[in-house]
């Protein structure tokens, strides 16, 4: 037997079948376990954003330090090249003291050399030939 298929009878089982998924729709939204799962969800969500905020939090916590201990070496380097500079400055200032505190004596020095000299000077003969006769 061949069941006859109508326009009518499409059109109800359509709506039939429309019914029924709106009626297990709302079965399942008065579900009170669905509830129970949207809060889990709920606690899951907000527990993974505060260990992404913890985690965020400690990242720039580190990097802060990061930052400090990178400024704290700057800073040490900068004081021992200006440490290293101060006594190049006072080396070089010690030297140059010392330098010029020698100069008189040297130039003392170089007088006495030449008054030397010059009376060595006075006591050979004038002339080559009386340097031979001498001698």
Request: net charge positive.
């Amino acid at each position: 037997m061949m069941k006859e298929d109508t326009f009518r009878t499409r059109q109800d089982n359509a709506r039939d079948a429309k019914q029924k998924l709106l009626e297990r729709f709302r079965t399942i939204a008065n579900d009170p376990g669905l509830e129970q799962r949207r809060a889990e969800r709920a606690a899951v969500t907000a527990a993974r954003e505060e260990r992404a905020a913890a985690k965020a939090a400690e990242q720039r916590r580190i990097a802060e330090a990061k930052a400090a201990e990178e400024a704290r070496i700057a800073a040490e380097k900068a004081a021992e090249e200006k440490r290293i500079a101060d006594e190049k400055a006072a080396e070089e200032a010690r030297l140059e003291a010392e330098r010029l505190a020698a100069r008189p004596k040297i130039i003392a020095a170089s007088k006495y050399a030449l008054a030397a000299s010059a009376i060595a000077g006075m006591n050979m003969p004038r002339d080559r030939n009386q340097q031979r006769k001498a001698s």
